[in-house]
């Protein structure tokens, strides 16, 4: 039986179970896998899942996400086994789970360049929080191992000068820099790591991941890698806002997984670097490796001085040495161009897969616009044009209201009760918010709630409209949150 339906995957997960390694180690163990609908750590659990389907392994999986929505679109083939359980946390929270867990893997982190910018605390706080609160569990548990999900990133700004960065090769970047969120966690969390073993015999192993790509990567990741295959799934030219000369090193994400396990179950060491040596190339090397992937589609380079729309690394040089690792036994198995093959097949079979939306396809958290209506459920038909704003937002007919109802907009000021407003397109239509209490009057919210001034529309009985029509208030708007209007008696 197979763990997924991807043979893209499946093929992966092969390669990763015949690797020579103790895997009766995990026999009939627990095994808690954080972040779980991440790249790095659903291939964590889908190797787990598929040594239960190959040896009967019994091994019982847990796989915390903090996004259910998410989570049940990624992991769709694997909700339904009795072997594997769904919990919904937020890792910077204490965690209580029930029975016995043996193991911890810890992938719960905002990966995405992007997000260490706009949300700097919750990247910091997933790293040091949920490291404290899982290794007091694996501490109460009585845990066997705990493994870290780390990043290059620890290794800070190198020299020029280094041509392989070992385990101990640390140096700095700026600490100020929100941006440096990101790679401060990862340091804490280590030595946290390293704390734990040192005082609670908790044995810790730390997987420090170059560049990783494969399925599994959201096509809005906003990492060269997922830029590139995007430009390739859609049939675009890779656009460089630089001369693509920076170096990094590229690891397909089984054979990073795979070294993970190497360090879980036969590492002596704390910290392991996990890189494909083979996966050394620059930028631009990286572009055209992808240009080659569907030479069908005569797609080229493209370069433009524009500055680049957000923050890379600073790091030019990222060349990770891998000699512990493959003291091991650990060596990549998947070249460059055969894993980026993989990784665009996957794409392009994720990207069929997905509803029609006018959004750029992808596997990543794009909003999908809402199917429309079956003919018995249209919105209701406009009224007269007193049901028009001048604002552009277009009110439905109030058929329970009395023929004698009318409709007034108001927008901060007393309206002409003469002037017949102006008509809008229907692109701009607003849907209503429901009534929610006898007393209160019906509010829709206008397009253009996002300025000072709130737009409030009420509906009121031809009698009452003169009496109460000064009486509003409204209300400015913060946020985009809901806002309603009331009528004081």
């Known amino acids: 039986m197979a763990v997924v339906t991807s043979p893209v995957i499946g093929h992966d997960l092969d390669e990763i179970l015949d690797r020579d390694l103790p895997w009766d180690r995990l026999f009939g163990s ?34 915390l996400v903090r996004n259910e929505a998410k989570a049940r679109r990624l992991l769709a083939d694997v909700l339904d086994r009795p072997d594997f359980h769904l919990v919904v946390h937020d890792v910077s929270q204490p965690l209580e789970l029930p029975g016995p867990l043996d193991y911890v893997i810890h992938g719960a982190s905002p990966a995405r360049p992007v997000l260490h910018g706009t949300d700097p605390v919750a990247t910091i706080k997933a790293n040091l929080l949920g490291s404290f609160h899982l290794l007091d569990l694996s501490v109460a548990k009585r845990s066997r191992g705990f493994a870290l999900m780390s990043s290059a990133e620890v290794y800070g700004v190198q020299p020029t000068s280094a041509e392989l960065i070992e385990e101990q090769s640390y140096s700095g970047f700026d600490i100020l820099a929100p941006r440096a969120c990101y790679a401060e966690g990862k340091r804490a969390a280590e030595t946290i790591c390293a704390a734990y073993q040192a005082q609670f015999g908790i044995e810790c192993r730390v997987a ?11 096509l809005d990741d906003s ?4 830029d590139f295959a995007a430009n390739v799934v859609a049939g675009q030219d890779i656009v460089l806002t630089s001369d693509g000369s920076a170096v990094r090193t590229y690891t397909y994400v089984a054979d990073a997984i795979a070294g993970l396990f190497y360090a879980l179950l036969r590492g002596d060491q704390m910290a392991y670097n996990i890189a494909d040596p083979g996966g050394l190339v620059s930028i631009r090397r990286l572009a055209e490796l992808f240009t080659q992937v ?17 923050s890379y690394s600073p790091a030019t040089r990222q060349a990770l040495s891998s000699r512990r690792l493959a003291a091991l036994g650990w060596r990549p198995l998947v070249g460059l161009p055969a894993g980026l093959d993989r990784m665009v097949t996957e794409l392009e079979a994720a990207t069929r897969r997905l509803p029609r939306s006018p959004v750029r396809p992808g596997i990543g958290d794009h909003p999908q616009r809402r199917p429309p209506l079956p003919p018995t459920r249209r919105r209701p038909r406009l009224a007269s044009h007193h049901a028009i704003c001048r604002r552009g937002s277009v009110l439905p007919r109030l058929s329970r209201y009395p023929p004698d109802a009318q409709v007034r907009c108001h927008h901060g000021s007393e309206p002409g009760h003469g002037r017949r407003p102006r008509r809008h397109r229907p692109a701009l239509a607003h849907r209503w918010q429901p009534r929610t209490h006898p007393d209160q009057a019906p509010v829709a919210r206008g397009p253009h709630d996002s300025r000072h001034q709130a737009v409030v529309h009420t509906f009121l009985r031809h009698d009452e409209l003169h009496k109460s029509a000064c009486r509003i208030k409204q209300r400015a708007c913060r946020g985009g949150a809901p806002s309603w209007g009331f009528l004081r008696s």
């Open 30 to 63: 627990t095994v808690l896998v954080t972040g779980a609908s991440g790249m790095l750590p659903s291939y964590a659990v889908y190797s787990l899942l598929a040594l239960n389907d190959r040896h009967g392994a019994g091994i019982t999986v847990h796989g």
């Open 208 to 218: 420090r991941f170059g560049h990783v790509y494969g399925p599994g990567m959201a």
């Open 223 to 226: 990492r060269v890698q997922a």
């Open 294 to 310: 569907r030479p069908e589609k005569s797609l080229r380079l493209v370069f433009t001085n524009e500055p680049a729309a957000r």
